[in-house]
């Protein structure tokens, strides 16, 4: 079983709509997880962390769900420029983080 | 502030031949990492630093070869390059490796062997 997995999609949604993502990540020990967002061609960015507690920033709601050992991203009111790969990331204490291979979004008018 | 800088952008090497891929940062981050994305693998682990004068073996390392001698600067060698290493190699720092750190990463650098 793979640290980190994550449907790769592509997920195809209209603007305007709400997407979710589910990642399942393997070590009970994981610490700390992170969304990051990467753009066709480009270099993966932080979109946000995930704390226990949950956490939103406008558009975007982070749940993490230990019991179940899974992380979801949700988007609301979806914009065209949503459209990349989101990659579900997992710290397990003292170690280089472990990165899901993505998600694929892909926002269509 | 460049942030996290990699030299070449983009490289066309020949079965056999070496090469050292350059990443800077300016953030004076104690930790550095190279990555490699291939379609469908995911980023993968190649090789990590801890800090000036550390290397260590990630997910992928056979092959790749590296070197901290300052804290700014991490290099990726390929001593004899071969096919199955086309990739996009990403390089990245941060200033912690547990917790809340985040990773920032350079715009890549496209390697073709033929």
């Known amino acids: 079983r793979k640290e980190v997995e994550q449907d790769p999609g592509p997920f195809n949604v209209p603007e305007g709509a709400t997407v979710a993502f589910n990642c399942t990540y393997s070590n009970s020990a994981s610490q700390s997880f992170f969304w990051y967002r990467q753009d066709c061609r480009k270099e993966p960015k932080l979109l946000m962390s995930v704390y226990s507690s949950g956490n939103e920033d406008g558009r975007f709601t982070a749940q993490l769900n230990r019991a179940s050992q899974y992380i979801s991203l949700l988007i609301r009111d979806s914009k065209l420029s949503d459209s990349a790969t989101y990659l579900c990331?997992?710290?397990?204490?003292?170690?280089?983080?472990?990165f899901g291979k993505g998600t694929r979004l892909s926002v269509i008018a | 502030n460049a942030g996290v800088t990699q030299t070449p952008k983009f490289r066309v090497l020949k079965t056999g031949q070496s090469m050292t891929l350059l990443c800077a940062q300016d953030?004076?981050?104690?930790?550095m990492y190279w990555y490699r994305q291939d379609p469908g693998m995911g980023l993968r682990l190649i090789h990590y630093s801890v800090g000036e004068g550390t290397t260590a073996k990630g997910e992928v390392p056979d092959g790749y070869n590296v070197s901290r001698l300052k804290k700014q600067n991490f290099l990726l060698g390929l001593e004899s390059a071969a096919p199955s290493q086309t990739s996009v190699y990403f390089c990245?720092?941060?200033?912690?490796?547990?917790?809340?750190?985040?990773?920032?990463f350079g715009p890549g650098t496209r390697l073709t062997v033929l």
């Open positions: 953030m004076n981050h104690e930790y």
């Open positions: 990331v997992v710290n397990t204490g003292n170690t280089p983080l472990v």
């Open positions: 990245a720092s941060s200033q912690r490796l547990a917790g809340l750190n985040e990773q920032f």
